[in-house]
């Protein structure tokens, strides 16, 4: 997907940033960046701002081998509007977009390379009828063959009702090893109205074996069979929130591909977001593995000469 | 619609800018400038990129009380793309745009102010069925109660096959005054594959007072009844040629409804095409009426101080 | 008024960004967003620069038809330069400029119209003795058939002496049901060195309906014969505090017109004042009524989806 | 004075980029990058325009020891708007202004240092009546203690009538040894009408020993008593011709200080004024000694790696 | 190598653009583009710039897995800097960079690849002894393993002396298939002061099978044993010719690996260098496949609808 | 030296800023901004980057007559990269440069000209071993001669280690009459690990007049035979660190060459700093003489009209 950011109200004009946009690839991104080995598969369009969207996962190092071009369906679009300091606004022209057009026949060769992990949002669902049925294939598909599979709920309120993505998100998280949610998200993948311990343990006993609460400038909350662990946030200044909870998602699986302790899986999506939150853009900012230890709580305002 | 500028290859990325496209808002500018009174009438999506379409529009002086605020449909795009100094591409995002879903309801109102003059052009039919009846319900009717009707051919060919738009702008042409097309387009408006001579002689047949032929760098022809009029194009340094087809037509229909005689409606209608390739952006570089001797066939690179 | 913003010192040079300024412009303009009706009256060269006032003017939807264009005078200028992070310093170019040949005769028409209210401030009669004197007479004339007025003191020390001030804005202020000041304002429209009980005593004594005093972030207080209610700034992130008392007025001004409760008028009033700080630009992130419920207290730093 | 440049319609908006402007610092910033020694003698604000414009001056090492600061005038704006690509126009906010405040005794202390030259224009005395008779004056002092002075007409048709103009001017082109004027300036310096040889047989006539005629694209001739010498212009891709007359200017006279012969001193004239319409700005392009072999009439499009 | 372009003079300042430059990456990029599966084999700092060449040449799907990157150098650096419109003027930081430091060990993988290609220039060899050495070793294992080689001379006066170049590449030709080299580079792999008859003929005589000569406007020669061919250029509106020497012999090779004949190989290379100059930037408007007939010496000023 | 500034990380690109860059030369334009009469020495790049840096200097009404060029060393260059809104990073291109070259010969003329302070940094002798030998020449001579030397210790941790350091800058130290130092820095110019205490007292004892210990947001201490001052920070919204501590020193010397005491020299110090720290850029910020009362502890968003 491609994001046009604007730097002030949308109505009132001025220049356009194109960047890569999509909470997939930033996760990808994320983990490529840490030195994992990663693919991003999904479809994009047959034209230049396709390309775009391979130029940058290319960049970052992404396998893009899977991904397949659509020679009939415009590139979806994201218009990020800083409407004040506080508050970015968000409008999609996803509706008939390539990326819309996901099907279960994309995704079976790339899953056929059996994969380790295999990460997925509740936004592809969220966007067509195939989309979702290709997304619970794959899902159903990872964990037949013993792929395991993470979930972010990342719930989008200008692409379907909470009623439309529970219906569909509260099945899919039953085939999740980790699922990731804030807040307010986790009623989505449990009964409605759920409050946190009974969402959580919902999931627990349908076999998810652990439950990431993001709490934005509160940290983070971790949740197994095992009780609860919580991670603080790691203060930066912060200026641009976008991307930060696909960062954090980034991070934990980072520490999970790695083999971590869940106290050091938190710390490292807890520090992914820090990047996130620290810099400009989604993705741009997130950290190189040595690059790690420049956000670790330390005094804000350095130069490193 | 929004136009989004870059400067260099999509693909590569950089900044956008944001304008005010369409020729239809086009011709409606170049006559604003030029101080007549003109409304623009059609859909625009209630939102952000829809208030910035509207404030354009009133920016420049263009009535746009008639205009209806579609809060289901997004606004149409356009990516124009300068892929090297000499290609512009240009690519649509319009299916399911608000600008899509015209009707006739939205243009009865208008209407029925009883405008001198109604222009249309080729774009408009393209779009939808819905979009294709309004125009020809608009111009039978504006026929029907004496106000004039201008079409542009405008044919896009990433819009409709060039069939598609001679079935549908053949009939429609039978309702115009003023026909306005480029030599490769006349046989959109008659048989396929008709010469220009035997073209217009169709159009002048079935009723069409004027027919103006777009010649690029060589000026314009008018046909009437009593013959063919040619004008040179105004020598300037071409800088940005997108517009400027509509500008001509602006200043031919600026000269009409000044009652200029035809040579003088042609001088103007390449004048004002001289401005557009002039200047940068489509629209943005149109004269006002004191701003026409600017102008005139003198030589380049001149500074007033 | 032309304003030209620097964002880092003026000496050491770089880009300006030309925008629309000056305080009722602004105040105008938050009208308009909110879907009142509005006219702008005043002077404006008539050159490029009176072009690009009237083009923002229009765009947003205010009234232009009693503008006055002046062949003989240049448009007034402003530089904004942020000298620092905190420091913002406006240096004037006004002496002799198109706006402060404001005269009797460039109201006499727009007054006639009879609006609901005029809404003049302190700077119209600090730019020349003509200004002056069309500013009491409009005021006088309002009075008479009828129409409120509201003044905003807004002192400017580069263009008079607070003496100078006194004795123009004084009388003025008597003639207004409202009047809007700072703290340090108040005692140019009452006896020098008055605290702010003094000087509203006065002021309500001389017939004033309602005395505003904005407290920037400490919010605002309204004194009435009634008593005196406070509001509370509401919390934002500020980044240009340019525009603030512009947008607190408008904000009051629109309660008004829409005959809301004291307490209500000072809420939209102080919610415009946040609005103005957490954009940049005097008035380019004023909300439309849509978008009031956009800033209210809640949460910094939400990104909507 | 500082130049303001838009790059497209000043009635659109758009960025302005900060200039130092003005024919008499052009001329002295060519010939400090040759490596003369030149002072630059005027008002300027004392603001942060002032100390731009001196920022600028010391930059390029011209001696601004005897600038006056004037605490009560603003700096003189001039805006160049690119209105087309090929018509630039320029629009003077000087009325009042500190450079328009110029007075024989700022002029004093530099004169009695005793320069070698004096270089005068036709701008100064268009800008006041102190204005004039200080350049008038020092025009006089100049012969009179063996300075040369030289003069370039450089008429401004925004400031004066052709009439002022040549009533000013034509006295004092009497003080001069070198007259600089283009061809539809001569008669500014002469009778009013008197063509080219009329012209310039009075001056020579008057004891100026030499007229310079600058012709753009087609290069420049001297007149001496000793007759007529032609220099063709350096062909170069024309991008900018803001300040190619004063750059001709400060070749002739690096030519003239360096002792060079008429032919010489003519072909740096041109060199320099192919730099100036070279690059962009009104002197940014200017080349230093060492850089003026750069442009020879040799082939364009050259990469030196 | 890290490219810093500025729009205008350096000493006077402004914005720099950052680029990956580079002759052999420009030639990698052109093939990659076109489809063809292309690895750049050199050292990199191990730093921010390192980084940012490697995501350029994965953006564009060049292979980089056999990139050494090199902890003690710093990346090598460009400034490249517009100083007229004519006149570009190229300023090294190259000495002691990570790329200069290229050595045997670091081609000795990448080769033992297999390519069916190695691409040489005559500028790594001026960059240090071990990048000499380095490129000398290489071309000789190629020829033993069947690998053909292609030299572009590149000759780089900032970098080493005609003579020095001579004795370095005319013995590194013997090793290519194919040499490309413009008409006033060829001597440097021929006797000194050979014409071109000469050179050709002893490169020929050498076991080169094809020379091209890059004749710029004029467009290209090819000699083979079976003498000579001509294409003329193809006619475009060049903006930016940096990089259109590499962009031909990408085109050239990229013909020869597709199997094309002569004629054919040799219209591919004045296409790509026609794309080139007719886009800004060294490489960043080079062709897809399926662009390759934007360009055919058609029309100026197309819109593409 | 020129400092390219990028706005994000360096791996993603994006537009550079060229600056002027270097300790002791923002110690020079700080100085000069508030009037003093200073010169900088040094070598630079007989170049455009060179030029760069003189005409930076030069606009500052810095003295560059003893500046020597340097033909055959290429600029110094330092990277400044923002990675985080938290963290910059600096990277040096200056092995080798013509600044590295510097020599006593470069210093011995301006040292004869006998000014009343030399200010030396810890910079200069990490650059190479003959700066090592001009720096302690120069100090040397200085003392001799009856010039007091300040001495910044201003470490480096890419140019040397802390042992390197510590052994070439404390017998430095000794010829300091100030010495400026942050608190990690002290051991430095002491015994490795002395604290604060021990430090200075090492340094009373062996001559130094005063100790200044820079604390960044604590403000500063300063030590004497007489005891310790402390000054806090003056409170402003910080933008950009770097610089802070050369306008620190900047304002320190500035109140020791007015004669002020030793508090107010203190003050005069965090103000500097305050400037540097609340603009963007190295030195752009920092305030003229009349505009150090822009920044006195009192209220922060202030706008002055």
Do not use: C
Not at 52 to 76: K, W
Not at 156 to 175: F, I, V
Not at 191 to 202: H, K, L, N, Q, R
């Amino acid at each position: 997907m491609v994001s046009l950011r604007s730097s002030g109200p949308l109505a009132v004009g001025g220049p356009l940033t194109m960047h890569l946009g999509g909470a997939e690839s930033n996760v990808a991104i994320g983990l490529a960046r840490l030195g994992h080995r990663v693919a991003w598969v999904g479809r994009v369009s047959d034209d230049e701002l396709g390309e775009f969207v391979l130029r940058h996962l290319r960049a970052e190092g992404v396998d893009t081998s899977g991904v397949r071009r659509d020679p009939d369906r415009p590139a979806g679009l994201m218009f990020l509007e800083r409407r004040t300091e506080d508050v970015t606004r968000v409008q999609y022209h996803r509706a008939g977009s390539a990326g819309s057009a996901l099907s279960v026949d994309d995704l079976r060769g790339p899953l056929a390379a059996g994969p380790r992990l295999l990460h997925l949002t509740g936004i592809t669902p969220a966007l067509s009828d195939a989309a979702h049925q290709a997304a619970t294939w794959a899902a159903r598909e990872a964990v037949a063959s013993g792929t395991a599979v993470s979930l972010d709920v990342n719930y989008r309120a200008r692409l379907w009702s909470r009623e439309d993505a529970r219906a569909t998100l509260t099945p899919l998280a039953g085939y999740a090893s980790v699922v990731i949610a804030s807040a307010d998200e986790l009623d989505l993948v449990a009964e409605p109205g759920a409050d946190e311990a009974t969402a959580v343990a919902a999931l627990l006993d349908r076999g998810v074996r652990t439950v990431l609460v993001k709490l934005g400038a509160d940290g983070a909350r971790a949740y197994t069979r095992d009780g609860v662990t919580h991670a603080p946030a790691v203060p930066v200044t912060a200026v641009d929130t976008v991307g930060a909870g696909d960062a954090f998602t980034a991070g934990y699986l980072s520490g999970q591909l790695d083999g971590l302790a869940l106290v050091d899986r938190l710390h490292r999506a807890v520090t992914l977001g820090a990047f996130a939150v620290a810099g400009h853009g989604d993705w741009e900012g997130l950290p190189r593995r040595d690059e790690l230890s420049l956000i670790n709580g330390s005094a804000a305002g350095t130069t490193l000469r």
